[in-house]
Each structure stands twice: as C-alpha cells, then as structure tokens.
C-alpha cells in the first residue's frame, strides 16, 4: 500500500468516527430539546394560573391605593396627638412640682403649727408646775431618778470599721436623758382662778 491509500484509508475512519459522534451529539440535543419543550410547557401551564392570582393582585392594589392615600393624614393626625400628649405630660409635670412645693410649704406650716402648740404646752406646763403641791415636785424628782437608773449605760453606734475602731478607743458621754412629766390636777380650775 501506498503512502497515499494509508492516508485515504485513514482519512476514511476519521469520517465514519466523526459522523458516528456527530450522531450522537444530535441524538443528546434531541432529548434536551424534548425536556426544554416539556419545561417551556410546564411553565406556560403554571403562568396560565397564575394569571388570574396576578389580576386578583392588581384588584387588591387598586381597593389599597385609596386606603394608603388615607394613610397620610392619619400619620399626621397621629403626630400632631402625640404632640399634644407631650405638651400635655409637661404640663402635668409642672402641676405636680407645684403641688409638690405646696406639700412643702403644707408640711413647714405644720411644723410652725407644732412648735407654736410645744411653746404653748411648754408654758401650760410651767403654769401648772408653779401651782402644783409641794408633793408633787418630790414625786417628780422620784420618777426622773427612776428614769436615770433604768437608762442604759453604754450606747453603740453602727458605722464604717474604721470609725467603730475609734469609737472603741474614745468614750463619748451619754445623752441627757429625757423628762417626763404627769399632769396631775390637784385643783379644780375655779379653785386656781381663784388664787
């Protein structure tokens, strides 16, 4: 065999091969195709339904168009009320400082009001302890002493540790114990105008 009828012969199995892949590449194309034409199908099918949910969308769009136009004014009338509850919460603020300096002003008068009452009693009392019984004045003095005896002798304070420390090293002097009195009427109210 010639050189030139190897090269025929070759050439010639080069075009069968070819031929027989070209074959099956066409065959591969044909069954994608068929599935593309199913899925174009199937997808027209599904837009075929969905046409109808689509329109029912637009409905609804256009009975919301109105309503959301509406929206605005509520928005503004809601912040013009939140405006006014604002001003208004300030508003209660500054009654409820004012009723607070009023409380203040009520609870100094109270005070003015006690001790003026305490000054009275003090000079009812001081009235009333000049014109007492010599008696008396003893079974006073009986009953301050009994005060001071049961009175308690050692006082503690609570506080930092380091203040407790000192005050363990220092001894401060007790208070002055309180005094009470009894009133104890030794004469009829007439009787003492008279004197």
């Known amino acids: 065999m010639s050189p030139i009828q190897i090269a025929l012969l070759v050439l010639a199995i080069a075009g069968v091969w070819a ?5 099956l590449t066409l065959r591969k194309t044909r069954t994608v195709v068929d599935s593309l034409d199913k899925t ?3 997808l027209n099918n599904t837009l075929a339904e969905a046409q109808p949910v689509v329109a029912k969308l637009d409905g609804a769009v256009d009975e919301l168009t109105p309503a959301l136009a509406q929206m605005e ?21 500054a ?15 109270s005070n003015a009001v ?3 009452t ?9 009235l009333f302890n000049k014109v007492k019984a010599p008696a ?8 301050a002493a009994a005060a001071e005896a049961e009175q308690p002798t050692e006082r503690v304070l609570i506080g930092d540790d380091d203040a407790a420390a000192d ?10 114990p309180a005094q009470y009195y009894t009133y104890t009427p030794a004469e009829t109210s007439e009787e003492s105008c008279d004197e």
Not at 73 to 93: F, G, R, Y
Not at 102 to 109: C, D, F
């Open 118 to 126: 305490d000054s009275a009693a003090g000079a009812v009392q001081k």
């Open 95 to 109: 009654v409820v400082r004012d009723i607070s300096e009023v409380t203040g002003s009520v609870a100094e008068a």
């Open 19 to 23: 031929i027989v892949e070209l074959a």
């Open 40 to 42: 174009v199908s199937d």
């Open 167 to 176: 005050d363990d090293d220092v001894q401060k002097p007790a208070a002055k």
């Open 114 to 116: 006690s001790s003026v």
């Open 136 to 143: 008396a004045d003893a079974d006073r003095k009986l009953a």
């Open 73 to 93: 004014p509520l928005l503004k009338s809601s912040k013009n009320a939140v405006d006014a509850l604002t001003s208004n919460l300030v508003e209660v603020e």
